[in-house]
Each structure stands twice: as C-alpha cells, then as structure tokens.
C-alpha cells in the first residue's frame, strides 16, 4: 500500500513559541470584514446526508444484506481496554438502531475467518493491526486509522479512545447518522433502512488538533465521546470516583479525583473551625471559614499537607491527578502576615499592592503542598483553577506536577475575538501562564447564556488555534444537569442551541474547519425535509446578531436577546414564518420533534419579551448656581425614587432595606443623590479589594451599582459601582479597561450610607438637546452582616431590574 494514498486529517498541537507575535490588527481586519459582509449560506445541503467522495472503496463493505448479518465485528477481550469493548458495543447498537440486525461480536482472531463464504469483518484495535507508520502519526492523540484489507476492515487508534473515535467516524461518515443531542428519546437522528454498505474508509487517518476537549458535565457523557471528546468534567467539590467507570469505558484522556471549588475539604471547617480560626481567612476583621485560607499559617500548612495525603491515600487505584480548586470568591486573608511583602526565592520582595501577589502566595503555598505530595505519589499531579486573583500568572516558579487549569473570567464580550482589545487581558495572561507552566488547561464558558441561539462558533473558530498554541486542551462550562424533561434537566436549552453546543464541540477536534458548512452540515442530518427553513431561520438570527453593536457575555439573558435581536429588528414575524414552513415540509418523525421543540422555544421567549413592563421617570432640568453637595437646596425639586422593588422580582416584591434616590439634569450631567438605609451600621459588610483595584472592584458586600445605556449606540451600556468605602468601578458592559469620566462622594450616617454622583451626559454619549431618553437603573447590593438571624443577602433596583439586563431598565425621560 502507497504511502501516497493515504488521507491524513490532521491539525496538529501548535508549538509553542518563546516569544509569540501575533498579527492582531490584521486578525481584526479579518473579523472585521468577515461579520460586515457576513451572508448565510442556503445552498442546497442535500449532499450532507451522503458519505464523503473522498476515501470511498472500491467495492462496497457489506455488512447488513438481506436482513441478516454480513460482517461481525472483531475486539480483543485480552487487552483490558476498556473504551475498545464500548467501541464494539456502540457500533453493534448503531447498526442495530439503524437496520434492525445486531452484529455478532467475536473476540476469535484465526484462520478460519479467512473461510470462503465467511462474514466480513469489522476489526477494531491496534493489536490485530500494528501499521507503525501511522501509529507514529496519531502517536499520543486520541486519533484513528480507518483501513481496508479485502473483507477485513481496520479501526484502530494509538490509544483505545483512538479506536471509539474511529468507529463514531466510521458510523457517521457511512449513514446519514447524527448525535445531534444527548437526549435519550430523540437526540440521534438517522434514517432505518433494511440493508447496510460502507462504502467510505479507505486509508484515512485523522488526529485532533488538542491532546484533551470536552465540556464540564458528566450527565451527558455518551453525546461528548461520540463527538470525539475525551474530556468528561463535572460533579461537586468532594469525591466523584464513582463516575469515573464509565468515563474509563468512553475513553477519558484522565482520571481525576474530587472537583470544583474544593480547597474547603482539605482542611474542613466542621472539624477544625471551632478549636483553630486562625486557619482560616480573616476577613473585615473576622475570621471566617469556607474562604480562602490564612496561608501565611504555618499550622494550617502542616494540617492541610496531611489531609491531602490522607485523600491521596484513599483515592482509587490509578488516577492520574487531584483536584485543589480554590473557593468561588475574591476574598483572602487581611491578617498581617498574608499581607506583608513576599520574599521570593531570588530575594526580591512583592508588595501586596502588586496584581500578582495573591497568585504568587497561593502558587507558594502549592508548591510547599506538592512537594510533600509528590514524594509519596509522584506520579499524581495536583489540578488547580487558575481563576479570580490567580489567573494573574504569579512571580515564582510552580511545580511542575501543578497542572494550572486556566479560567478566562468573565471574557467582556462573547460577539469578538479573544484578541479583540476588550478581551485581549485574557490571551495576553494565558501567554504568560505558558511560560511558567508546560502544561496548561483551560476552563471556559461559552456553554453558558446559551438558552438564546447566541451564534459563537464563528468567534471561536478564531479563538481556538491561537489559544491552543498555549494549551493541552479545552472544556467549558454549560448547564450540566443533562438533556432531559425531567425537573431539574436542561433540555429547554438544548432545543434552542443544540446546533450551537454541537459545531463548538467539533471545532475543539479541529478549529480549522468552515463553521457555515459545519452548520449547514448538522441542519441537514438533524431536520432532513425541513432543513432549508431551519437554515434561514438560524441564518436570520446570526445576521441580526452580526449587525448588532451589543455586547454579550456569558451570563447574557434569553428574554433581552429576544427583545433586541428579534423583535426590535422585526424579524419576529419572519422568524416565525420560517418554523411554520419547517413544521409542514417534515416527515422524519425526530426531526419533527425537534422542529417542534425549537418552535416553542421561540415562542415561549418572544412571549416573555413582550410582556416586559419597565418603569419610566421625568428627571427635571435644574441649574445650580454652585457644585451641589449632599445638603444642596437644589435637591428639593429632584425626582424621587423611593420604592425600590427586589431584583429578579419582575417588579412585583417590594424591597425589605430603604433605599431613596433623587435625581436631575442641567443638560451636562446627570446627578443623583442616593440614600442606603441600614438598621446595623457598625457592622456594615465592605470588602478590602485586592491589590492595585480600589478602583476597579465590585465587591460582594454592601454597594450600589449604576447602569445606563448609550443613546448613541444601541446596546451597549455602562456600569458605575461605590461602595460605602467609595471603592469604585466603571465598566462598559463587562469591559473593565473602560475608564469613564464621573464624580462621586460618600458619606455615612448611624442608620444610611449616602452617595453623591455625577455623571457627565457626554461620558455616556447621551445629549438631552437631541434626544432625551436615557435607559438605566440603580441597583442595591445589600449583603447579610451584624447579629440579626434574619438578615439576608438582596438585591433591589429601581422597578426591580436585574444586573447587566438592558430590557429590565427602566426609562428616564430628560426634561428639556
């Protein structure tokens, strides 16, 4: 066999450069010019339900004729590879699904299947098949080797994961088959037929562009590894060995032991808190548990080294890392010790007013951890989030057995590239990351705020070459609970992006496919007679979503999506026209469903859209003689807001804290003068920020924050934040580089706290002598603090609006 004639799909891990230089301005351009001419591709898709052209055989492989079986499929039951006797199981359930026969599975390898007469034989694994030369080529990868020898077929990978992907390729590349979803009832789609032919296999070899892909959820596993993840992420913070046999048997790239946000478990606060609160974080002068610990404790050190080889000792036999994740929080120890300068191994010191500084304390820390860990286990390394105050890359060394898991949160905005200069803070600490540690994951979230279709693959089929430059692989984040109708399942999501969650997954195999055509690909073999109404559906939504100058981001709400990409583009009706047609041309009883299902999605949130009531407030124009203060007489003839109602609340649940807001305009400014009633003053919740972002920092304790949109530039708004510290922010959207112009003051009182603000109309690119409607809303953090039981975490606004949602904002009407 011609070395010439085989096929080689491959997107090969990038090397990674000492000193990467990227194009960005040019990547821009091309961005840029890619969204500005952007037109949906309706061409006709039919093809996409055929095998490829490419790699097809000569003379069919048979292997269903008649209604019986003519291949068996060939698996070792010596090797102990546990993913290779699923690859067998899959491919016998498939067939079976699909023709109704069930191929016999042998695990004999003789002369007598060389029998005249004999079935095929579909021979899965490299023990039966030991081609060095392409073996070379998928050398550690998870790829596969498809080949054909007369009435053997060979599917065989490096590792048995190779295999299982093979045979999803061979599957897939041979029916017009699709994992469309997890669903159990109607997430595969494909179409029964009573005879059975491969026809495509021939000399292909293919190889992942990532070592590790894969999403954050175990619940639905079986859809990822059939889309060639190997990545199975999920459960809580404690010990979740027992899912790990079953992603053994789909063929995990690790085995993990304990997840999430964990650091809690290792040195437990229900057993030590009581006797030993110097162990813990001490924060606003309180020590707390289930924070950060004090890490500058030398006790705490000692105890905590000794939990995690006691966890060691009673993990199961073979993993090959555990977890170490820090808590969800930006809160840290203010004892200090954990403030006081580091002395890093070169001798120089780092202040704690220095960005990397609670990075380089905990990775110090970790390494101290990992030095006792690795000693007894030196084979496990220890995963951890690189996350919050530690996706700063610190200014020491880090062990190698520390396997940072990088998390880029929260990403400003969704719509545009990672090198986009609002996101660009992310690439740029990743390349640092890389250069302190060879081996790196990372942790993303652009499964999430996708209960709307929020078109991403195009952003990240851009993103995705340039981060795994850097990387040894990817998952996301998403809503884990699993596809399905039952409480708490999240199939609702699934019948609006499925198509979204699918392309995203295939594009972590290899980013360098068309995003369109992978589209058209997935509508074709999941919709079959409705799949060109479904394509202009979708292709409307992202058309709409291109033009639109609105930021987005993970957290980002279906119902104001709906409100300003459908509705106000009026497209509604259009959109709505497109599923009607789709729900007439459909005969294939799942696609039916699932057109079904989209359709009531739509519905369901075009209805919440509409029915989306904000209130609206006359803010008088006012000339002061003078810069008003707090006592200004001025403020007698502001508006006033005084009901404040829950956030989340639809409007609908008055707040439990007083708060007051007066407002007005001299046609240059906006000015407010806001009251924040509390009963317990003294012990009023404030955060210390971290290092270097006193004004830069939300915290999560007692603060206000200010939201208003940009008259100028639908969908785009802004955030002013103070606390009663006069810690501050200002962000546009989510991008906290913006730095806009405004004024501010507080005071505090026995029972209130009271902030003075000024914000220039112009800072906003809002004019009231051309127009004098302005969108926004004040918002309440109150956060449960002092000795009252019933005392409890809300958050309240004006009308009730919620954070970051625009459609929630109410309406301020300028006088003139």
Request: hydrophobic content about 35%.
């Amino acid at each position: 066999m011609k070395k010439s004639l085989w096929l080689l799909i491959t997107v090969s891990v990038i090397a990674v450069a000492a000193e990467p230089q990227f194009p960005y301005d040019g990547k821009m351009k091309e961005w840029n010019d890619f969204i500005q001419g952007y037109k949906p591709d309706y061409s006709d898709s039919s093809k996409d339900l055929l095998p490829p052209e490419m790699n097809r055989f000569s003379t069919p492989f048979a292997v269903v004729k008649d209604g019986r079986a003519a291949a068996e499929i060939v698996v070792s039951d010596t090797t102990g590879l546990p993913a290779e006797k699923t690859a067998a199981l899959e491919l016998q359930k498939a067939v079976e699904q699909i023709t109704g026969v069930k191929l016999p599975i042998t695990h004999i390898w003789s002369g007598a299947l060389g029998k005249k007469g004999a079935r095929n034989r579909i021979v899965l694994g490299k023990s039966y098949r030991a081609n060095d030369a392409v073996l070379k080529r998928l050398s550690n990868s998870d790829g596969y080797a498809i080949e054909r020898d007369g009435d053997k077929l060979y599917v065989y990978g490096f590792n048995s994961k190779g295999t299982l992907n093979g045979v999803f390729a061979l599957l897939e590349n041979n029916t017009d088959i699709i994992w469309a979803r997890p669903h159990a009832q109607f997430g595969t789609v494909f179409t029964r037929k009573k005879d059975l032919d491969f026809v495509w296999g021939d000399q292909v070899v293919e190889r992942p562009a990532s070592v590790s892909r894969g999403w954050n959820g175990y619940a639905d596993l079986e859809w990822m590894a059939r889309n060639k993840c190997n990545g199975f992420y999920g459960g809580g913070g404690g010990d979740i060995s027992w899912m790990n046999a079953k992603k053994i048997e789909y063929g995990t790239h690790e085995v993990l032991y304990l997840f999430g946000h964990n650091i809690g478990h290792f040195v437990h606060a229900k057993k030590y808190f009581k006797d030993h609160p110097e162990y813990y974080s001490l924060v606003n002068g309180e020590r707390r548990p289930w924070r950060q610990y004090c890490f500058s404790n030398p006790e705490m050190k000692k105890v905590f080294i000794e939990n995690a080889l006691e966890f060691l000792r009673r993990a199961p036999e073979n993993i090959d890392g555990m977890h170490i994740d820090m808590d969800d929080t930006w809160e840290a120890c203010e004892c200090e010790k954990c403030l006081a300068p580091i002395r890093l191994p070169d001798g120089t010191t780092l202040p704690k007013e220095d960005p990397a500084f609670r990075s380089t304390q905990y990775f110090l820390f970790l390494n101290d951890v990992v030095a006792a860990t690795k000693k007894e286990f030196p084979n496990v390394f220890i995963k951890t989030l690189a996350y919050f105050s530690t996706a700063i890359p610190p200014k020491c060394a880090v062990d190698p057995m520390i396997r940072p898991t990088f998390a880029p949160y929260v990403r400003a905005n969704d719509k545009r590239p990672i090198f986009a200069p609002e996101n660009i803070v992310w690439l740029k600490r990743l390349q640092e990351w890389r250069k302190i540690s060879p081996k790196i994951d990372c942790y993303e979230y652009y499964g999430l705020g996708l209960e709307f279709p929020r078109p991403l693959a195009e952003v990240r089929a851009r993103d995705i070459p340039e981060m795994y430059r850097h990387l040894l692989g990817m998952g996301s984040e998403y809503r884990h609970n699993g596809d399905r109708d039952t409480p708490g399942g999240t199939a609702s999501t699934w019948d609006y992006s499925a198509m979204e969650f699918w392309v995203l997954t295939r594009l972590l195999w290899n980013p360098e496919q068309n995003v369109e055509q992978l589209r058209k690909y997935y509508i074709r073999r999941t919709f079959h007679e409705a799949a060109p109404m479904i394509e202009k559906f979708y292709g409307t939504i992202r058309r709409e979503w291109f033009k639109s100058l609105r930021a987005s981001t993970c957290g980002d709400n279906p119902v104001e999506l709906t409100k300003y990409i459908l509705q106000e583009t009026g497209m509604e009706q259009e959109l709505r026209g497109h599923l009607a047609e789709a729900g007439k041309a459909v005969k294939h009883p799942v696609s039916a469903e699932l057109v079904k299902r989209l359709s009531d999605r739509f519905e369901f949130y075009c209805k919440a859209a509409s029915e989306v009531k904000t209130p609206t407030l006359a803010v008088p124009l006012l000339r002061p003689d003078s810069k008003p203060g707090f006592d200004h007489e001025i403020w007698n003839g502001a508006a006033k807001i005084d009901d404040f109602k829950k956030a989340y609340s639809q409007g609908k649940i008055p707040s439990a804290h007083r708060t007051e807001a007066l407002l007005f305009h001299d046609s240059k400014n906006l000015y407010m003068n806001l009251k924040f009633y509390d009963a317990d003053m003294k012990n009023l919740n404030c955060k210390t920020p971290p290092a270097g972002k006193k004004n830069e920092f939300i915290p999560e304790s007692d603060h206000v924050e200010i939201f208003l949109c940009d008259p100028a530039n639908p969908g785009i708004y802004y955030l002013f934040s103070v606390d009663p510290n006069n810690v501050t922010s200002e962000l546009k959207g989510m991008d906290h580089s913006w730095n806009g112009k405004w004024e501010r003051s507080v005071r505090k009182f026995d029972d209130r706290w009271e902030v003075l603000v000024t914000i220039p109309l112009s800072t906003i690119h809002a004019d009231a002598a051309g127009g004098n409607l302005l969108r926004g809303t004040i918002l309440r953090e109150y956060h449960k603090h002092g000795t009252d039981k019933n005392s409890k975490r809300e958050y309240s606004s004006w009308g009730g609006a919620n954070h970051h949602q625009t459609l929630t904002f109410g309406t301020l009407n300028l006088m003139r």
